[in-house]
């Protein structure tokens, strides 16, 4: 086949694509990924995976993103995705050869000529009068111009291929019989009224009813070792300085418009100016031309001068949520105007700005990737600032700096040492640096790092219990001929009555509730429940019937669905048995270092030659 001679860069961007995520091992082999490098980031069904060819699928995921600037968490999600792809390609790739599964070219061919790839059936290149045309793709696939993305599709549709060729293996079995049918089909018709009786702990008994000893606490710690485990979880301290402007930037912000508005009045063009001034990007092209508007849509302050001001006048400076402006009303009638407006935002500016630079460029240099612990201290001394302690951080989660949560922190922590401390975290009020302290290992932490928690757990077991006697007098009164929403009014239990619902749309996602509301005969009241969210008492109201005739008439297209439902889930979960099954040994920890950590290897290997 001949090199390329004509194809549209969206098509060519789309098939990038389809090869990168719809198969990861397109670009690099199976057999490449898992050989020829010393280094190595992992073992997964026993092969190795080569740091090198990893790093550089990780890199072609990046890339795939277009371009855009990925932060440290969305980083972390490819390397995530890539390397539980190589897992799952592994244990496919090890379950086609132990049943013993091959793709044939006649197999792989019909598969790419009949089955496009879903991006490619939008591209206009391949449709008649607005809809995908097959033949035209067809057409396409066979000529000179696609040839230079046969062998990926090939690849790709292969996998494919084998993949289909196990999943109707796996899922032969897949057949619902008619009494599970009618099962599903009560499920979705069967219909129950309740009156239901809602216990939620923390809002039906007080903390002052459930005080807690230093001795039951301790106890409770002791007996409930696995309640209190933890991933690992880093101590962090930190620096902050404030990007948000002040006073004087205000003031800079209205001597300036001030200033512009004295040219206009002195005879200046307006809209000249607007094109030149304004930063509402929108409207200053256009000399700051604003379509008609009806009166309440604008900023308040900015519709009491539009609706008042002479037309044809200047206005004085308005401030408005996005800054300080500049009106002119070209024509107004009734509760509609229309004009041009100038905009000079509020921004950091002059001596502010100088004086918050001078600040960031100290905690960069005395601060900012440093494995001495010291640096944090030297940089909040050197900007005259205090230094803060983060929330513990759980690994998985991200940093909590005082009521903010900051972005890429809770990545670095857990690639750095202890003492080290990050670059400067850039956000849009202000500068972080953060130093890690510490790290708790995986599970329970010490009493003394978790006792609020401890405390927690204690009281709402003994408000639970109490919760639970609540529930048990409305039951028993109820038992004994008393009304139960009025026994629930008296004991100041909230109640409500729900229904009619079917088991697919309960009035709480409670599965004890709703198999109560169904299991009870009409008028019973059960036992007390405790669920996930709180404790709670039902009395079944009556319970409507499906109709057997409508389920057989509708029987066949009811099992269809089923069965492709079932077989999903039974997809799914061979999947993740096969993936869990794998022996998987992941060092991409020691990969991936922090940029201080990087800078102290290379000094040392300098040192050494």
Known sequence: MQAVRSLSTKIAAAIMVVLMFGFIATFVPWDQITGGSNAIVGTIAGRSVSTKNYLALVQQAIDAQRGSSLTAEEVQQVRDYVWDQLIQEAVLTREFDRRGLTASTQEITERLLNDPPPSLTQEDEFKTDGKFDLAKYQRWIKSTVAAPYLPGLEQQYAGEVLRSKLFRVVTADVYPSDASMWQRYRDQHESARIDLATLIVNSVIPDSAAPVTDAEVQAYYKAHPEEFKRPRTAYLSYLFTSRLTDASDSAASLEHIRSLRTEITSGGDFGEVAKRESADTATAPKGGELAEWTKGSKDPAFDKVAFSIPLKAVSEPILTAEGYQLLEITS?????????????????????????????????????????????????????????????????????????????????????????????????????????????????????????????????????????????????????????????????????????????????????????????????????????????????????????????????GIRNDAIRLDRQSRVRSYLAGLQSSAKVVDRRAKVFQTEAQAEAAQARNATRQ
Request: no cysteine; aromatic share 6%.
């Open 332 to 556: 107004r009638t009734g509760n509609k105007a229309q004009g041009r407006h100038l905009l000079i935002p509020i921004e950091v500016q002059g001596a502010h700005r100088d004086h918050l630079d001078a600040q960031a460029d100290s905690l960069e240099r005395l601060g900012a990737e440093k494995l001495d612990p010291a640096a944090l201290d030297t940089a909040a001394k050197a900007i005259g600032t205090r230094i803060y302690k983060a929330v513990p951080t759980e690994e998985g989660s991200r940093v909590q700096a005082g009521v903010q949560v900051v972005p890429d922190a809770a990545i670095w922590a857990f690639q750095a040492k202890v003492g080290e401390t990050s670059r400067i975290i850039e956000v849009s009020y202000g500068y972080f640096l953060f130093r890690l302290d510490s790290v708790q290992a995986a599970g329970t932490p010490p009493l003394d790092r978790i006792r609020d928690g401890v405390v927690y757990s204690v009281r709402q077991e003994k408000k639970t219990a109490l919760a639970r006697q609540l529930a048990q007098q409305l039951i028993d009164r109820v038992n004994k001929g008393e009304n139960f929403a009025a026994v629930a009014q008296a004991l100041k239990i909230p109640h409500n009555v729900d229904g009619p619902f079917t088991r697919v749309n309960p009035p709480v996602p409670e599965p004890i509730v709703v198999g109560a509301a169904f299991g009870l005969d009409s008028g019973k009241v059960s036992a007390v429940l405790e669920g996930k969210n709180g404790l709670f008492v039902v009395q079944n109201l009556g319970i409507t019937r499906p109709d057997s005739s409508a389920f057989t008439k509708t029987l066949e």
